[in-house]
């Protein structure tokens, strides 16, 4: 050991990086003003849900409850309500559990109300997973018991015992269990309990009311520490359970205002503040987050009076600062309830304009980006040596697409704090702007609660919060100048500022000539190729409060101190251009009005290829020392030409820790996928350490997300890569990306912020396209788009289409056209639009209902395990930038169970069995008439094919078609010069389409021409059916006078209308009421019938008429019994039948193999129809039998049968034992019929096993549809009763559990 070496540890942990305050200058600020510790301000966390069982997160420094209210906005966790009647202090629940109540429970109304829940439904994926697997742990133990109890036996019966058992177990799936709850008015709250153990019994449970009121907190899984809350909505008629759809939320409420009183350490930012936990992540939607949650959760921030609003959620956006929910919280929430919205920028850099939104694409809400500092490298992770700090290598930047900053401030991005107690972790380590976000939430938290103790009198308006923090961050390493938040330098600007009104001003920029952008973004080639000009408007934002709408100002002078302030409002604006190549006025009169102002940009000087940035700040000419009034940013991303070889060397580029370098690169016209590839190289030194990279491609197109066209790899540097002498070998990766040509791509490479030592990257790309150009058959899809697609129509037969290489040369052209999904439009069979009723969903801005549109679609699957993905392209993969409120659906099965809930965005969902499906559509929206619209609008299916179907190409017409034409001039695909042109011909006549697919459905794929371009999107639209050409007359020959003869003779009009009317009457047989009516029309068909074949019609349809459930229910189902008359008389008609068509039937297993001639088929259909009836009557037979051999005594269906004398002819349970022999000779022993009438004789043997192994067979396979629905009921009921038999408790339990889950009593809301 090294004699200088200390090898003594720290003394104490550096625990005051754990929840990091020392860099923002919090830590610092509470304890200079420690009771500005954000007590008084109620923060709003919009997130997964606050953990009711958190540590930390139970009361604040002053002992105040931390937690004011649970609320879930997403309506996940509610429970329809319904009344019941209490009998002996229980009440029957909706799960169909008797529910025993606490008799010391206060309930003066007398009034109860019951509804039920999954719990699966209630709980994370992390919880539900835990559930799971001690729930299959426990119950395979019981199965596991019952199969070897299968297995002791030897013979048939116990071979298919086993056989049973084994079906059973490999069916298998743990559905939860269902939690009833009980719900009363106790004469001054609503209280209810919830059965969370399923055992009925609540007699010592706790009736919880609502937490706001009480505090009441409940464990829905004891051993799970898994938490819930209760509220309570229209008038009791609704319950909400509150709890977490995930552990982010406790995270986020931990950094804001965590408050440990025996570490101070690990407080929050703010923890004298008070939070409302709006739950806006769906359940039903893995923690998405919904148009409905977010609306409710804007409602609750002005209802609980939240100064601060933390948001660390969000998506990508096709269109920044639009859609209603945004532009509600901007002018709602931020505006005139004065809530200071705060959001995190999202964690999809380093590249640029990889903003999230709300944050970062939002007027109104700051966007917080994440910083790591020193304080955080010591604690969290790990690192034997520091780097600077900066901007968290994966934070997302700015600008927003339509040119604004986008990230106004960093702050802290990741913190060891408060978790879940269901996570089983006291406090856990997050990273991200979701971490940022809250840290600077907590920061306004003290800001606001300094000044409400300081200024109690005076206004404080979220836009002085956002300037005080904007204004006086520390500058780190932002390309458009935001910095970190500095908490006391803030409060010095606020109290500085306090006395000017102009401060609770905002502006908003707008650039005119670019459709309205909040900044000038110059991006692609043509936009910095000359000198530019552009229009400014600014117009001046005033507040607006709560109660200056017209309905709450009688007196109008809360509407006549805002008109003042407007017209005394003027700013005398001094204007400074942050770069050279910038030209704008000196100065700028502003009024309540507005006023534009004329802006010069020339970037033909600036370097190629690289970021140029700068801004346009304004200044009050009377206080110039605070600092702009607001900027103009200015981004000019100038990319570079790769001229005529379409590829670019970058040249070896040296990296350090969190160095990031941005090339901006022209993509040529034409082009459809670039290579990247970066090598490096061997002269890296063996004692440097490995290293991170990020590869991070981004291009631009307008109104798309730009996850669109990006794409972000991780590069290991180093890693195992070291030679025997020292230095790494070198090594190689690549990078493809579909581009769109034209746009400009970004290409950034990044090392990761943590990573040590130096690294150079060599770096080249290279283009390569063959793009569609218009021929003479396939249409371009999205004609005029920038991505390239074809369309082709199966009714041409054959499908030219030209392709063109407009940049380089292109080897290797291969076309193969694949399809491997059916796309087909499903009209609604039921829409309405209605004022919803709940008191959550009226509109924040008016007050009044919202409206919904609810459709109804019918979605019939042909094959099972079908994967599907459903598609309403009007509102769907939309949530921030939406038109509507809210888009939803669901998927249920012909039992009504919910399948899949897909919010906002769609994806792929497999239905496992064929059948009949209901999808449920749900779009809100504030006005009736904007939803009409959509009343009719189409929802698209688009399945899976299980075998793709390839469709044939060629370079020449002919060969389509034939091999016997020789084109020695034909393209043969080995090469195309740049700027040459090929066709493609397209065997759509010959594509072996899909059995299924109708006219007008379209097969949807790609196609790919070489293994460099891009593949094309294809689709081939469904041609009109085929048309069945009638049969060629044959010649006619002179026929045999003996053939001639027996040509049956032309029927006349009289016959086909006496033929007609025996068939009304056959039906009509079912139908008649009147047991006298049915037997005289009965008699009259017998009597007019000529044939046996005219007899057994009317045999088959008195048997019909008896036995009306042979096909769907029990024999001993109430519905199915007969009586002994009636049995008798079926078993005599069943008889007859029988005797009629046994020997017709015999012809049908004759022609089974082979029918040739058209007689042989005539003869062969008459006899399947004999066979038919003949089945029927057997099966009728038995069922009548089984009936008339069971005790009389009993009608259960273990009775035993009785052998006994039936008037003197052969026992009736030896018959019956031999019409079940010959039922299984002719039919399918099976089938469900068959299977219902053979059952009380395999009771009766005792051979449950054989019994029941077809029926979990049928079970297993038949589809999910109405028509079926009465016959797979009746078949669960005869496995549930052969399960009893068997003495199989634990697969009783099971289905018994499982049976208000598999088959709710109806559809589960939206």
Known sequence: MDAGLDTTPRTEYPAAGLQPRADTQAAEFVRKYPEYDGRGVVVAVLDTGIDAGAKGLQTTSTGQRKVVDYVDCTGAGDVGLQDVEATDNTVRGASGRTLRLNAAWTNPTGVWRVGSKRLYDLVPADVRARMVAERDGRFSKRAAAVRDAARAGSGEESEARAAAAAALEAAYVDGGSVVDCVVFHDGSQWRAALDTDGSGDLTQAEALGAYKRTGDVGLLSRRQLFYYTLNFYDEGRTLSIVTCAGSHGTHVAGIVAAWHADDAAACGVAPGAQLVSLTIGDHRAGSMETGTGLARAAAAIVEHGARVANMSYGEPSATPNAGQWVQAVAQEVVRRHGCAFVASAGNEGPALTTLGAPGGTTSGIISVGA????????????????????????????????????????????????????????????????????????????LASAWLRELPDA???????????????????????????????????????????????????????????????????????????????????????????????????RGQQESQAQFDFEQRVLLVARAPWLAVPESLYVGSAGAPFSVRVDATQLEPGRLHTASIDAYDSRNVDRGPIFSVPVTVTKPLDVGAAAAADLGTLSFGPADIVRRFIAVPRGATSVEIVVRTPNTLPQDAAPALFYVHCVQLVPDTRFKRHHVRQRIDLGHKSYGAEGGASEQKHVVTLAVVGGATLEVCLAQFWSQLDRHDLHVRMSFAGLVPVAGAGAELADAGALEPGLVLHAAHAVVRADFAAPMRAEHGIKPAATLNALRRALRPHTSRVAPLQGERDTCLATGQAMYAL????????????????????????????????????????????????????????????????????RIRHRRAKDLDALKDVPLLAEFKLPTPVTVATKFDLASVFTTTVANSGAYRGEFVPRGGRFAVFFDVLGAKLPTDAKPGDVLCGSLSLNGRSSNLALELVVPPAKIEQPKTEQPKTEQPKAEQSEKAPSKSDVDQLEEALRKVRLDHIAKATDAAVRTRLIDELLASSSTDEQRAEVLHAQLNALDPARESALPWADSARLGEPAARTAVAVADQLIALTRAPALTARLFEKSAQSAAEKEQKKHADGARTQLIAALTTKCRALSQLARDDATSEESAELVDHDDEGSEPVASRYEQAAQELRQWGDAAAPAALMALVPLQIAQKQYGRALQPVLAWLGKAPLTAANAAQRAAMADLRDVLLEKLEWTAWSDYFREMAPITHPADYEPL
């Open 371 to 446: 910083y790591v500092g020193l304080e955080q490298m010591a604690a969290e992770y790990g690192m034997y040596a520091r780097v600077r700090d900066g901007v968290f290598t994966w934070s997302s930047r700015g600008p927003t697409a339509d040119g604004a900053r986008g990230v106004d401030v960093y702050a802290p991005g990741s913190a060891v704090t408060s978790f879940p107690a269901y996570t089983r972790e006291r406090r856990h380590l997050s990273n991200g702007t979701s971490m940022s976000a809250p840290s600077l939430s907590g920061v306004l938290a003290l």
């Open 459 to 557: 206004r404080l308006t979220p836009h002085r919060l956002r300037a005080a923090v904007t204004r006086t961050a520390k500058p780190i390493s932002d390309a458009h100048g935001a910095g970190l938040v500095q908490t006391d330098a803030a409060w010095q600007f606020l109290k500085a500022q306090a006395a000017r009104a102009a401060e609770d001003v905002a502006y908003s920029v707008r650039v005119d000539d670019t459709r309205g952008m909040r900044g000038i973004y110059l991006r692609n080639a043509e936009d910095s190729a000359r000198v530019r000009f552009f229009k400014v408007a600014v117009t001046p934002v005033f507040p607006t409060a709560a109660d200056a709408r017209l309905e709450d100002d009688a007196d109008g002078s």
């Open 854 to 921: 609810d459709l109804e679609y019918r979605l019939d699957t042909w094959a099972d395990s079908a994967e599907v993905r459903l598609r309403l392209p009007a509102v769907d993969t939309q949530i921030y930038e939406a038109w509507a409120e809210d888009f939803a659906l669901s998927v249920f099965d012909a039992n009504k169970r919910r399948l899949a809930t897909q919010i906002g965005y769609t994806d792929k969902i497999t239905l496992r069995l064929r059948g009949d499906y209901l999808v449920r559509v």
